[in-house]
């Protein structure tokens, strides 16, 4: 499957999920969105291709750190890049104790979203 510069966020809060989906697309940027880590997991591993994986920490079922081990411990996906959002402080953390580059307590900045999606993606109408 060829590169898509898109990002796939993942969040089981479904209007913060909105809100950002809608901020990602309105600055240019494709989302695939979802609100299951499961989902998310699958859709990676059936070779969804995408430039950034932004995902929330605490969610039910599969949470954010064993979504982060599982994406670590495939080699097809350890080296997608990510960006962890949470409103818990030990959440945030935790994920930066296990090394994840960008991490973010919410509400993040959109500036800061925006830039850390730059930072790996180019927007859809760009070249």
């Known amino acids: 499957?060829?590169?898509r510069h898109a990002v796939?966020?993942?969040d089981d809060h479904l209007d913060g999920l909105a809100a950002?989906?809608?901020l990602i697309e309105a600055h240019g940027f494709d989302v695939i969105a979802t609100c299951t880590a499961e989902d998310a997991l699958t859709r990676l591993r059936g070779g969804l291709s995408c430039c950034l994986v932004i995902f929330d920490w605490k969610m039910p079922g599969m949470d954010g750190e064993q979504f982060y081990r599982?994406?670590?411990a495939d080699p097809?996906?350890?080296k997608r890049p990510l960006?962890?959002?949470s409103g818990d402080v030990r959440?945030?953390?935790r994920a930066r104790a296990l090394?994840?580059?960008h991490v973010e307590l919410k509400p993040i900045e959109p500036s800061t979203l925006l830039g850390i999606i730059g930072d790996h993606c180019t927007p859809s109408g760009a070249a």
């Open 83 to 85: 960006l962890v959002v």
């Open 70 to 72: 599982a994406l670590s």
């Open 8 to 10: 796939l966020l993942v």
């Open 20 to 22: 950002m989906e809608g």
């Open 76 to 78: 097809r996906l350890c």
């Open 99 to 101: 090394g994840i580059r």
């Open 91 to 93: 959440a945030v953390n």
């Open 1 to 3: 499957m060829p590169h």
